[in-house]
C-alpha cells in the first residue's frame, strides 16, 4: 500500500496526473456557480426577517467555511509533510495559503458588508469576528513565511509549524457563537439540529459550498502544479520537460 | 514505522495538543472578558462594571417601546426571560430592532439601575425562511422568535 502511495505521491505522477483533474474540476465548478448563483439570486425567496439582504448568505458562508476548510488541509498537509517528507504535500500546503487567505477575506468583507444593514454595524470585536481575523492573519504569516525562507524544504517545515500551531484557531471560530456572547448569531446548518433555513433557500447555500469546493480543488492542483517545478527545477524530469517545450 | 517518523509525529501531536491546553487554559482566564455583552440577569448579579462602559444584550419586550414624539429618543425594557432592565436610547436604530427583536446596546448603568445606551445594535438570529412560511407558522399559534411587528413609524 504504501509503494503504491509513494509512487502516486511523487512529484512527477502527481504533476502528470494533476493535469488530467484540473479541467475536469473547473468545468464542474462553473456549472455549480451557475446552478447556484440563479439559485440563490433569482429561485431563492427572500426571507422573513432581512429581505432580500440575506442572499449575501451565499458569498459569505461558503466562504467561511472554505477558511476553515482550507486552513485543515493545510495543516494536514504540513504535517504530513513534516513526518513523512511527502514533497507533494508540501506543495499543497504552500499553495493553499493564498486561497485560505482570500477566502478569509471575502468571509469577512462580506459579512461587514452584511452587518452595516442588519446589526448596524461594519465591524465589532465580538468572538466570532476576532477569531476569524486572526485566521487571516496566520494565512498572512504562513505566506510570509513562506517568502521570507528562501530555502524551499525549510520554509515548508517551519511553515507546517505555524500551520500546526494555528489549528487550535480552528475549533475556537466554530465554537465562539456558542462558547460566548456574540453579536454574530449561532450556526444555522453545521449543528447536531436541523438546519434553521427553509429548503427552498439551503438547497442553492449548498450548491453554492460545493462549487467553492470545486473551485478550491482545481486551483490549489494548478498552483501545486507550479510548486512543484519550481521546487523539482533541478530534477531530470522537470529538465526532460523543458526541453520538450523548447522542442 | 521507524523511530524517527514516531519521534516526529510525536512532536506534531505535542505541538496541537499543547496549543490546544494552553489556549483553553487562556481563554478560561479571560472568560469574563470575552464575553461581547452582559445579560440583565448578569447586570442584576452586579457582575457588569459600574463605573465603566459595557454592553448589554436581550429582546426588547413587546409593547415597551416609547418613542419620544419631538426627538430621536426611545425608551424600551430588555430582557433574557429572567429579569428586565430599561434602556434609553437617543439616535437611529438599526432596520432590523423591533419589538421582540434580540439587541445589544453599549452604554452605561445609572444609579437608579436604567441603562443609558451610546449605540444600539440588532442581533438577528441563525433562522431563514420565506415570509409565507413565517406567516403560515405564526397562523398555525408557532411562537417564532423575534417574530413580532415593526413599530417603526
Known amino acids: 500500500m504504501f509503494e503504491y502511495f509513494y509512487k502516486y505521491g511523487s512529484p512527477r505522477h502527481f504533476y502528470d496526473l494533476s493535469k488530467m483533474f484540473v479541467p475536469w474540476l473547473g468545468g464542474i465548478c462553473l456549472i455549480l456557480l451557475i446552478a447556484g448563483l440563479t439559485g440563490g439570486l433569482v429561485l431563492a425567496p427572500p426571507d422573513y426577517q432581512q429581505g432580500e439582504g440575506f442572499r449575501i448568505i451565499y458569498v459569505h458562508v461558503p466562504s467561511a467555511w472554505m477558511s476553515l476548510f482550507i486552513y485543515m488541509v493545510m495543516a494536514t498537509a504540513g504535517a504530513t509533510g513534516l513526518i513523512w517528507k511527502v514533497k507533494v504535500a508540501d506543495a499543497l500546503a504552500r499553495a493553499s495559503a493564498p486561497l485560505g487567505a482570500s477566502f478569509t477575506f471575502l468571509a469577512l468583507v462580506t459579512g461587514s458588508l452584511w452587518g452595516k444593514p442588519m446589526w448596524g454595524t461594519w465591524w465589532v470585536w465580538d468572538a466570532r469576528l476576532t477569531s476569524e481575523l486572526i485566521l487571516l492573519f496566520l494565512y498572512l504569516g504562513y505566506m510570509a513565511l513562506q517568502t521570507a525562507i528562501d530555502d524551499r524544504r525549510t520554509a515548508a517545515r517551519a511553515g507546517a509549524i505555524l500551520a500546526l500551531v494555528g489549528v487550535v484557531n480552528i475549533p475556537i471560530i466554530h465554537y465562539s457563537v456558542e462558547w460566548w456572547h456574540t453579536l454574530h448569531q449561532g450556526p444555522t446548518i453545521t449543528k447536531l439540529d436541523a438546519p434553521s433555513i427553509h429548503i427552498s433557500m439551503l438547497v442553492p447555500l449548498l450548491i453554492m459550498a460545493l462549487a467553492f469546493m470545486f473551485y478550491y480543488a482545481a486551483v490549489v492542483l494548478l498552483r501545486a502544479r507550479y510548486e512543484i517545478l519550481e521546487n523539482e527545477r533541478n530534477s531530470a524530469w522537470v529538465c526532460e520537460l523543458i526541453e520538450q517545450r523548447r522542442g | ?153
Open chain 2, 1 to 153: 514505522m521507524n523511530p524517527r517518523r514516531r519521534k516526529l509525529m510525536l512532536s506534531v501531536t505535542f505541538i496541537v495538543l499543547g496549543m490546544g491546553v494552553a489556549t483553553a487554559l487562556a481563554l478560561k482566564a479571560f472568560q469574563q472578558n470575552l464575553l461581547y455583552f452582559y445579560s440583565p440577569v448578569q447586570v442584576a448579579a452586579g457582575e457588569a462594571p459600574t463605573t465603566r462602559p459595557f454592553r448589554i444584550g436581550g429582546l426588547v419586550v413587546a409593547g415597551s417601546v416609547k418613542r419620544d414624539v419631538e426627538s430621536l429618543a426611545v425608551r424600551f425594557v430588555l430582557t433574557d426571560t429572567l429579569r428586565e432592565i430599561t434602556v434609553d436610547y437617543e439616535g437611529i436604530l438599526p432596520d432590523l430592532f423591533r419589538e421582540g427583536q434580540g439587541i445589544v446596546a453599549n452604554g452605561r448603568l445609572r444609579p437608579d439601575g436604567t441603562f443609558e445606551a451610546s449605540e444600539v445594535l440588532a442581533k438577528h438570529d441563525e433562522n431563514y425562511m420565506p415570509p409565507e412560511v413565517a406567516d403560515a407558522l405564526t397562523a398555525a399559534g408557532v411562537q417564532l422568535p423575534y417574530r413580532a411587528k415593526n413599530t417603526a413609524p
